[in-house]
């Protein structure tokens, strides 16, 4: 039970700026969102990315529809953003998106925070399919950041 944490790095072989703001685009998330979650954003563009903006997502976990409403707690421009969800299926999700220059590239760190909600049944949820599942999705985005950044 409690706050659990997922933390992954990568370095992606492009300039800060631009790997920035290809994260920067609110719709790029479906573009690094496994397929079998059927991830769609609904806010409509352009989406003002800063700060108190607000996004409004639907996706399915396991064939149950969920809807998602995220807004980006702080803003730094070509070095972090925080989003946190104020509507949707935990009780707490808080990701940092950190992102420092290197030699060849960019090191993008994700640095998620997360609870689940109903106490013990949640808990046993992470342990039994949660905690894996978080896996799978950050496997997969690594795997398409690196497909769309980086040169081929």
Known sequence: ???????????????????????????????ITPPWLGFEVLTPE??????????DYRLRVHRLP????????DWC????????QIRGPYRLWHH????????????????????????????????LQVRRDLERIFDYRAAAVRERLEPR
Do not use: K
């Open 77 to 84: 421009e070509e070095r972090a953003f925080v989003d946190r």
């Open 96 to 127: 940092l998106h950190e992102f420092e220059r290197r030699p060849h590239g960019t090191l993008v760190r994700d640095h998620v925070r997360y609870e689940l909600p109903l106490g013990p049944l949640g808990g046993l949820a992470h342990r």
């Open 66 to 73: 969920l809807r998602w409403r995220a807004r980006i707690e």
């Open 1 to 31: 039970m409690g706050v659990h944490e997922l933390i992954r790095e990568q370095v992606v072989r492009r300039p800060i700026d631009e790997t920035f703001a290809f994260f920067g685009r609110a719709r790029n998330l479906q573009a």
């Open 46 to 55: 352009p989406i003002p990315m800063r700060t108190g903006t607000v996004i």
